[in-house]
Nanobody
């Protein structure tokens, strides 16, 4: 059974930094792409960042490029989202995602709230 467990959400001041973690378990994720999405109140869920477990190539939404960094720790089966220069518009529930390209395998974590105060 695949489990993605996010942690690290909280209240942060604008301009500050924060790190989210996603611990993955239940299968081998070597062929998966791991990502972070977010959903602000009244808005649709949107893509934030993605990393290929094998090779480590990364992709970012334009809104976070240069401020956020996604990286992984293979030994811990954990993916991180380092968020810098946070803005109030980054306030959202952040979700961890794992999907296997070319298949229907797609998994979500339960989400963790990040609130950026101005």
């Amino acid at each position: 059974q695949v489990q993605l467990v996010e942690s690290g959400g909280g209240l942060v001041q604008a301009g500050g930094s924060h790190r989210l973690s996603c611990a993955a378990s239940g299968r081998t994720f070597s062929s998966y792409a791991m990502g972070w999405f977010r959903q602000a109140p009244g808005k649709e869920r949107e893509f934030v960042a993605r990393i290929r477990w094998s090779g480590g190539s990364t992709y970012y939404a334009d809104s976070v490029k240069g401020r956020f960094t996604i990286h992984k720790d293979g030994a811990k089966n954990t993916v991180y989202l380092q968020m810098n220069i946070l803005k109030p518009e980054d306030t959202a529930v952040y979700y961890c995602n794992a999907f296997l390209p070319g298949t229907g395998d797609n998994y979500w974590g339960q989400g963790t709230q990040v609130t950026v105060s101005s």
